[in-house]
């Protein structure tokens, strides 16, 4: 199986902060890696898919980046409404979801 | 605008069989990935399985020896069946439409929380 590590698993932040989130994964997964923001009680709501393409609808504050084992989730610049739980999922072989990184108000 | 909606007992025995209908409105069952995925109570989420149609199913190999997912095009629904429950099973289970190529979840229901308590 693939075990996908976020990093850090909490983080403190301020609006208007760039933040970003690492997503490793223990083999290489080309591009099949997603992005997801939970709040509490809601579902996932899709950010990133392929690694960096945005999906429609979703604030071009939000990129993507990365291949083969290492990505990035990037924030430019943190509004009220992006503090929640963000979670990277692996797609290339049997989906699996990363630990999820809280995102929290400093 | 597609939505997914989830249905079925919320309370489940100990021992028993999970099952869970996800029901899709507008828009067709034909040509995506529908999968169900949960998340524990505080934790994160886990996928639980996906099916394309009668012969393209996969499911989470921890999970695999007790799930069963399966498609109805003519109700535009998609179940899910969890066999032998026990309280590690309780949940908040999700379904969720994925795309052909890259299986990304662009759609996803509201989510049904399941107990298993006797």
């Known amino acids: 199986d693939i075990q996908m590590t976020q990093s850090p698993s909490s983080l403190s932040a301020s609006v208007g902060d760039r933040v970003t989130i690492t997503c490793r994964a223990s083999?290489?997964?080309?591009?099949?890696l997603n992005w997801y923001q939970q709040k509490p009680g809601k579902a996932p709501r899709l950010l990133i898919y392929?690694?960096?393409s945005l999906q429609s609808g979703v604030p071009s504050r939000f990129s993507g980046s990365g291949s083969g084992t290492d990505f990035t989730l990037t924030i430019s610049s943190l509004q009220p409404e992006d503090f929640a739980t963000y979670y990277c999922?692996?797609?290339?072989?049997?989906?699996?979801f990363g630990q999820g990184t809280k995102l929290e108000i400093k | 605008q597609v939505q997914l909606q989830e249905s079925g007992p919320r309370l489940v025995t100990p021992s028993e069989t999970l099952s869970l209908t996800c029901t899709v409105s507008?828009?067709?069952?034909?040509?995506?990935?529908w999968s169900w995925i949960r998340q524990p109570p505080g934790k994160g989420l886990e996928w639980i399985g996906y099916?394309?149609?009668?012969?393209?199913?996969n499911y989470n190999p921890s999970l695999k020896s007790r799930v069963t997912i399966s498609l109805d095009t003519s109700k535009n629904q998609f179940s899910l069946k969890l066999s032998s429950v026990t309280a590690a099973d309780t949940a908040v289970y999700f379904c969720a439409r994925g795309s052909v190529g890259y299986y990304y979840m662009d759609v996803w229901g509201q989510g049904t929380r399941v107990t298993v308590s006797s």
């Open positions: 507008g828009g067709s069952i034909n040509n995506y990935y």
């Open positions: 392929a690694a960096s």
């Open positions: 083999q290489s997964i080309s591009t099949y």
């Open positions: 999922q692996q797609t290339y072989s049997t989906q699996g």
């Open positions: 099916i394309y149609d009668s012969e393209t199913i």
